[in-house]
């Protein structure tokens, strides 16, 4: 299994500001994803972020509002912009496991717009 | 939608307890997994069982899959303190994961 860290854990921001969140995993992986949990709710996908190539965004979901990169096959990050109170949540990144059936997921991003 | 649905929402049980939590679907999957989180961190894989198996074990954990009701329930023995968590069905119909709205276990001392 991958071991997935995220910065950072948590943030509190001001409305209007932009947030990077960045996921980094200890090898070599193909599929990198990003989910919003928001309070006392499921987990939504918010785009799979490819190496090479732009992420593909779910529906709902822009590049404008959460622009991801994906430099190399270890390394993401989420940006949340021009935040406001509704983008409290927490955000997570996971990657597929070798059968490409299950995910790691890290220990998530607690964020807080003011 | 594919969308899990858990049931119930939340459940607290007694420790030593067996807790069961049910979930249903709306369409066709590869597979069925159920995760684990604690407090608000990262979601832990516990069991994936495939479209084809009707159950399966995995330690305190046992998990059965009818895609004839598209159902799925998880069943915790003996429970601990330590399971305490929210439990969350995931469907897999080929294209993405999607995730159910979570059963919230508390396991009363």
């Known amino acids: 299994s991958a071991v997935i860290s995220q910065k950072p854990s948590r943030d509190i921001c001001q409305r209007g500001t932009s947030l990077t969140i960045q996921c980094q995993v200890d090898?070599?992986?193909?599929?990198m994803f990003w989910y919003r949990q928001q309070p006392g709710q499921s987990l939504t996908l918010i785009a799979t972020?490819?190496?090479?190539?732009?992420?593909?965004?779910e529906s709902g979901f822009v590049i404008d509002k959460f622009p991801i990169s994906r430099p190399n096959l270890t390394f993401s990050t989420l940006t949340v912009s021009n935040m406001s109170p509704e983008d409290s949540s927490i955000y997570l990144c996971s990657v597929s496991g070798d059968s490409q059936e299950t995910q790691y997921f890290g220990p998530g991003t607690r964020l807080l717009v003011l | 939608s594919q969308q899990g649905e858990e049931d119930p929402q939340a459940l607290s049980i007694q420790e030593g307890e067996n807790a069961t939590m049910n979930c249903s679907y709306k369409t066709s999957i590869n597979n069925l997994q159920w995760y684990r989180q604690n407090s608000g961190r990262g979601l832990v894989h516990l069991i994936l069982i495939r479209s084809n198996e009707r159950e399966k074990h995995s330690g305190r954990l046992r998990v059965t899959l009818d895609t004839s009701k598209k159902s799925s329930s998880l069943l915790i023995t003996a429970s601990r303190a330590a399971d305490t968590a929210s439990y969350f069905c995931?469907?897999?119909?080929?294209?993405?994961?999607?995730f159910g709205k979570g059963t919230r276990l508390h396991i009363l001392p």
């Open positions: 972020a490819n190496q090479g190539s732009e992420a593909t965004y």
């Open positions: 995931a469907t897999d119909g080929g294209r993405k994961i999607i």
């Open positions: 090898s070599q992986v193909t599929m």
